[in-house]
């Protein structure tokens, strides 16, 4: 089993930066691969961005030049560094575990899901 539990969201501006934070427990997270989703109000939960064993990361096309996933095994901890944020990036945001070397930008194949951390960017 792993618990995710994410932090680090906020109201803020649009073009500043934030980021969260996933902490992660129970089996090390250095075991999965872990991923970054988003769900906007009446809005299907989308990929964001994975990051596997070995540190190779994907994005989605929305963030790919705007944000950074990174991990720290050691802290079993998972980190989404958002820059120049966009109104249209406000969502409730959700950290994964996978155990898929690679990652996967699908959320079928996550089996570790944590609570969400809500995200507003004002205009």
């Known amino acids: 089993q792993v618990q995710l539990v994410e932090s680090g969201g906020g109201l803020v501006q649009a073009g500043v930066s934030l980021r969260l934070s996933c902490s992660a427990s129970?089996?090390?997270?250095?075991?999965?691969?872990m991923g970054w989703f988003r769900q906007a109000p009446e809005k299907e939960r989308e990929f964001v961005a994975t990051?596997?064993?070995?540190?190779?990361?994907y994005y989605a096309l929305s963030v790919e030049d705007r944000f950074t996933i990174s991990r720290d095994n050691a802290k079993n901890t998972v980190y989404l560094q958002m820059n120049s944020l966009k109104p249209e990036d406000t969502a409730v945001y959700y950290c994964a575990a996978s155990p898929s070397y690679s990652g996967s930008n699908t959320a079928a194949n996550y089996d570790y899901w944590g609570q969400g951390t809500q995200v507003t960017v004002s205009s």
């Open positions: 990051i596997g064993w070995s540190g190779a990361t």
């Open positions: 129970g089996r090390t997270c250095g075991r999965y691969a």
